[in-house]
Protein backbone atom coordinates (compact mmCIF):
# COMPACT_ATOMS: atom_id res chain seq x y z
CA UNK A 1 0.00 0.00 0.00
CA UNK A 2 1.50 3.70 -0.81
CA UNK A 3 1.27 6.06 1.57
CA UNK A 4 1.85 10.00 0.86
CA UNK A 5 2.41 12.36 3.38
CA UNK A 6 2.88 15.90 2.55
CA UNK A 7 4.70 18.78 4.87
CA UNK A 8 5.87 22.08 4.78
CA UNK A 9 2.45 23.74 4.87
CA UNK A 10 1.88 27.02 7.24
CA UNK A 11 0.95 30.68 7.46
CA UNK A 12 2.97 33.13 5.35
CA UNK A 13 2.43 36.88 4.21
CA UNK A 14 2.28 37.85 0.71
CA UNK A 15 5.13 37.73 -1.34
CA UNK A 16 6.75 35.28 0.82
CA UNK A 17 7.69 31.40 0.04
CA UNK A 18 6.59 28.26 1.17
CA UNK A 19 8.05 24.62 -0.33
CA UNK A 20 5.72 21.53 0.13
CA UNK A 21 7.07 17.92 0.46
CA UNK A 22 5.87 14.90 0.02
CA UNK A 23 7.06 11.31 1.00
CA UNK A 24 6.39 8.37 -0.63
CA UNK A 25 6.45 4.48 0.97
CA UNK A 26 5.07 1.52 -0.16
CA UNK A 27 5.55 1.23 -3.71
CA UNK A 28 7.63 1.62 -6.71
CA UNK A 29 8.18 6.03 -6.40
CA UNK A 30 10.47 5.96 -9.03
CA UNK A 31 7.52 4.63 -11.65
CA UNK A 32 4.83 7.22 -10.51
CA UNK A 33 3.88 10.43 -12.22
CA UNK A 34 3.33 13.02 -9.34
CA UNK A 35 0.95 15.69 -9.22
CA UNK A 36 0.03 18.80 -6.67
CA UNK A 37 -3.56 19.47 -6.28
CA UNK A 38 -5.33 21.96 -3.83
CA UNK A 39 -8.31 22.96 -2.77
CA UNK A 40 -10.04 26.07 -0.97
CA UNK A 41 -12.77 26.29 1.19
CA UNK A 42 -15.86 25.49 -0.93
CA UNK A 43 -14.19 25.35 -4.38
CA UNK A 44 -13.37 22.23 -6.67
CA UNK A 45 -10.08 20.56 -5.80
CA UNK A 46 -8.12 22.04 -8.78
CA UNK A 47 -4.53 20.98 -10.39
CA UNK A 48 -1.26 22.58 -9.28
CA UNK A 49 1.20 21.17 -11.07
CA UNK A 50 2.59 17.65 -11.98
CA UNK A 51 6.13 15.97 -12.83
CA UNK A 52 6.62 12.70 -14.69
CA UNK A 53 8.67 9.51 -13.23
CA UNK A 54 11.71 10.61 -14.95
CA UNK A 55 11.49 14.66 -14.27
CA UNK A 56 11.75 15.13 -17.98
CA UNK A 57 8.32 16.90 -18.12
CA UNK A 58 6.64 19.20 -15.81
CA UNK A 59 3.24 20.89 -16.00
CA UNK A 60 1.64 24.14 -14.32
CA UNK A 61 -1.35 25.64 -13.66
CA UNK A 62 -1.79 28.79 -15.35
CA UNK A 63 -2.44 30.77 -12.03
CA UNK A 64 1.13 29.29 -10.52
CA UNK A 65 2.93 28.85 -14.12
CA UNK A 66 6.21 31.04 -13.54
CA UNK A 67 5.31 31.28 -9.23
CA UNK A 68 5.86 27.48 -8.57
CA UNK A 69 8.33 24.55 -9.27
CA UNK A 70 7.48 21.09 -9.30
CA UNK A 71 10.89 18.84 -8.23
CA UNK A 72 11.73 15.11 -7.04
CA UNK A 73 14.52 13.26 -5.91
CA UNK A 74 13.71 9.74 -6.54
CA UNK A 75 16.58 8.65 -3.96
CA UNK A 76 15.01 10.03 -1.15
CA UNK A 77 11.01 9.13 -2.69
CA UNK A 78 9.91 12.74 -2.13
CA UNK A 79 8.13 15.17 -4.66
CA UNK A 80 8.79 18.94 -4.01
CA UNK A 81 6.03 22.34 -4.31
CA UNK A 82 8.65 25.53 -4.24
CA UNK A 83 6.19 28.48 -3.98
CA UNK A 84 6.89 31.87 -4.66
CA UNK A 85 6.28 34.25 -4.47
CA UNK A 86 2.52 33.31 -2.56
CA UNK A 87 -0.39 35.24 -2.68
CA UNK A 88 -3.78 35.48 -0.71
CA UNK A 89 -5.61 33.10 -3.82
CA UNK A 90 -3.09 30.49 -3.11
CA UNK A 91 -4.97 29.69 -0.08
CA UNK A 92 -5.67 26.21 0.32
CA UNK A 93 -5.30 22.33 1.71
CA UNK A 94 -2.84 21.07 -0.80
CA UNK A 95 -2.71 17.33 -2.00
CA UNK A 96 -0.16 15.44 -3.56
CA UNK A 97 -0.98 12.38 -5.60
CA UNK A 98 0.74 9.72 -7.21
CA UNK A 99 0.02 8.21 -10.72
CA UNK A 100 1.13 4.55 -11.56
CA UNK A 101 0.26 3.66 -14.90
CA UNK A 102 3.51 5.31 -16.94
CA UNK A 103 1.45 8.25 -18.51
CA UNK A 104 2.86 11.38 -18.35
CA UNK A 105 1.86 14.12 -16.51
CA UNK A 106 -2.09 14.07 -15.97
CA UNK A 107 -4.31 17.21 -14.96
CA UNK A 108 -6.97 14.93 -14.34
CA UNK A 109 -7.82 14.33 -10.40
CA UNK A 110 -9.78 11.33 -10.84
CA UNK A 111 -6.72 9.23 -12.77
CA UNK A 112 -4.04 9.72 -10.03
CA UNK A 113 -4.15 6.02 -7.60
CA UNK A 114 -2.96 7.67 -4.10
CA UNK A 115 -2.94 10.54 -2.50
CA UNK A 116 -1.67 12.13 0.62
CA UNK A 117 -3.88 13.48 3.75
CA UNK A 118 -2.92 17.53 3.10
CA UNK A 119 -1.02 20.04 4.00
CA UNK A 120 -2.29 23.45 4.71
CA UNK A 121 -1.17 26.91 3.57
CA UNK A 122 -2.28 30.27 4.42
CA UNK A 123 -1.28 33.02 2.76
CA UNK A 124 -2.06 36.56 4.92
CA UNK A 125 -2.24 39.85 2.51
Known amino acids: QVQLVESGGGLVQAGGSLRLSCAAS????????MGWFRQAPGKEREFVAG????????MYADSVKGRFTISRDNGKNTVYLQMNPLKPEDTAIYYC??????????????????WGQGTQVTVSS
Open 26 to 33: GGTFNNYA
Open 51 to 58: ISSGSLST
Open 97 to 114: AADRRFRGVTTTSSLYDY
